[in-house]
């Protein structure tokens, strides 16, 4: 079965000019845009209601028309919050977009120390914060264009794109030592996840997992804990409930060999987990979400 993968390295645009925007809605098919990377600059608004963004282990929950920054290669998911809608949309350009000569020195002063991790910054933007309040005429203009960059404005969006890169430099400041060091960590974490994508059908004990990167079991489970909000357990079942969500929609498989294809091996204890997360039994979710009722 094919996975989302966590290290996402989608095109997003095309190859040529490689910017995107995404229009969301959670929940609709899914509950949540479990634990990612990328290479890309992303930036999410939420236009209506209320979502939650989970960031390098911390959770910003945004409200309509707040706005918060993804920088390159960080850690994030999009969860819904509590029991509430949200409609938001997703802004991605890579970095290439930025990239003139082999040796660009603008590249080099200001792309390269964010995928160096060298410069961060407040991420979390909420309405009428000073970088909200500036960036938010090209936020509404790449929204209400997304379906014509290809076409007849790339100079507008890509002179827009470079205006969003200006001002997340001006609001930006070199990574303290302590900030960097504790992401270095995350990202040592990264090992693990990849090791869940890969054998998440097979039994992974947290001695596995913490020798995936390195970590002592104590330190492994507390760093975890701290990416994701959850134990490295309970990150596994929810993976593996994810995965079994998605099979359930786009497969005619019976309920227990997906159950066996996601790792549950006892099947009782896989109707139980399922239904605590999507409030409904497998079957009922396989129904709702071939009727579009979810």
Excluded at 222 to 248: C, H, I, P, W
Aim: proline letters at 4%; aromatic letters at 14%.
């Amino acid at each position: 079965m094919e996975q989302s993968p966590l290290h996402e390295t989608k095109i997003h645009g095309i190859p040529s000019f490689p910017y995107s925007v995404y229009h969301g809605n959670i929940p609709e098919w899914f509950l949540s845009f479990p634990l990612h990377w990328h290479d890309h600059f992303e930036l999410i608004y939420c236009a209506v209601g209320q979502i939650q963004v989970t960031l390098w282990g911390t959770a910003y929950v945004l409200r309509a028309d707040d706005l918060i920054v993804i920088l390159p290669h960080a850690v994030h998911s999009i969860e819904q919050y509590g029991t509430g809608a949200g409609e938001y949309y997703n802004i991605m350009f890579h970095p290439s977009l930025f990239q003139g000569s082999e040796s660009d020195p603008c590249f080099e002063k200001y792309v390269l120390p964010f995928l160096n991790s060298e410069k961060s910054m407040d991420c979390f933007q909420p309405k009428g914060s000073p970088f909200h309040q500036t960036v938010m005429p090209c936020i509404r203009f790449l929204i209400e264009h997304r379906k014509d960059s290809y076409s007849n404005k790339e100079l507008l969006i890509k002179s827009n794109l470079f205006f969003l890169l200006h001002s997340i430099n001006q609001c930006s400041a070199d990574t303290a030592d302590a900030d960097h060091s504790v992401h270095l960590s995350y990202s040592r974490l990264k090992n693990v996840l990849y090791h869940v994508q890969k054998s998440y059908d097979h039994n992974i004990s947290i001695q596995d997992a913490a020798a995936q990167c390195g970590f002592s079991e104590s330190h492994f489970m507390k760093l975890f804990k701290e990416l994701t909000g959850m134990s490295f357990n309970a990150y596994l079942v929810d993976y593996r409930l994810d995965l079994a969500a998605k099979q359930l929609s786009e497969t005619d498989l019976k309920v227990i060999d997906i159950a066996e294809n996601c790792g549950f091996h006892n099947h009782s204890y896989f109707t139980r987990a399922f239904h605590k997360k999507y409030r409904k039994t497998p079957r009922a979710y396989r129904k709702a979400a071939r009727s579009g009722t979810h």
